[in-house]
């Protein structure tokens, strides 16, 4: 409960959620309360973009929306940037009888995907399709296949042998989990053949 409370994108759905959640674990909520601000641990409350990314997005996205224009003469590249600059990036998607707001230009949408996970959310998927915008122009380039092998560029070396490790470092003493020993045969989970089914 605990990791699908963290999850959630909308503050006022977190806020029920959470409210649930200290009615059923009230020490778990005050360990929570005590130790980190909701900023800390909260999609709803992060106030920065999850894990502060930032990204030159807005220009490639322009960037590739002119990419025909710009072989064009400079008038005529100018009368298309004007065309596109009055051309409406907002959107009010209806999605099953509820309303999302889209801006395709900031990136952001109401149901708040789009902003913290970077990735067009189905309504902006809808209005990008409407102002013939490329999805995968609305991506974060942090998910391109450039910046996936950036990642692993560097040489990974192996561990060192055990003896060769430093010996002035204090490592925490780790102790396996305390667990109940059950006493018996572990159940097991059955599942009946066809057989079986066709007899019932
Ligand atoms: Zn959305």
């Not at 778990?28 to 973009?49: G, I, P, V």
């Not at 930032?54 to 005529?76: C, Q, Y």
């Not at 990642?151 to 010996?167: A, L």
């Not at 470092?169 to 089914?197: T, Y």
Request: net charge positive.
């Amino acid at each position: 409960m605990f990791l699908h409370i963290a999850k959630i994108y909308k503050p006022f759905e977190f806020d029920n959620a959470y409210n649930e959640f200290r009615n059923r674990y009230p020490e778990a909520a005050h360990f929570l309360d005590e130790r980190d601000s909701l900023d800390r641990w909260t999609r709803a409350y992060c106030s920065k973009t999850r894990y502060n990314i930032m990204t030159t997005n807005g220009v490639e996205s322009i960037n590739a929306r002119l990419l025909e224009e710009r072989k064009l003469p400079i008038i005529a590249l100018l009368d298309s940037l004007q065309k596109l600059a009055s051309c409406r990036l907002e959107f009010d998607v209806r999605d099953r009888g509820h309303s999302a707001i889209v801006d395709l230009e900031s990136k952001r949408c109401t149901c708040r995907v789009f902003d913290i996970d970077r990735i067009p959310c189905a309504h902006a998927i809808a209005a990008s399709w409407l102002a013939k915008i490329d999805i995968y122009d609305l991506c974060s380039e942090y998910y391109s296949t450039m910046s996936w092998c950036m990642d692993y560029s560097e040489t990974v070396y192996p561990v060192p042998e055990e003896n060769e490790w430093p010996r002035n470092i204090n490592f925490p003493l780790v102790l396996p989990p305390l667990v109940k020993k059950r006493v018996g045969r572990r159940k097991q989970n059955r599942i009946p053949s066809i057989d079986e089914f066709s007899k019932k």
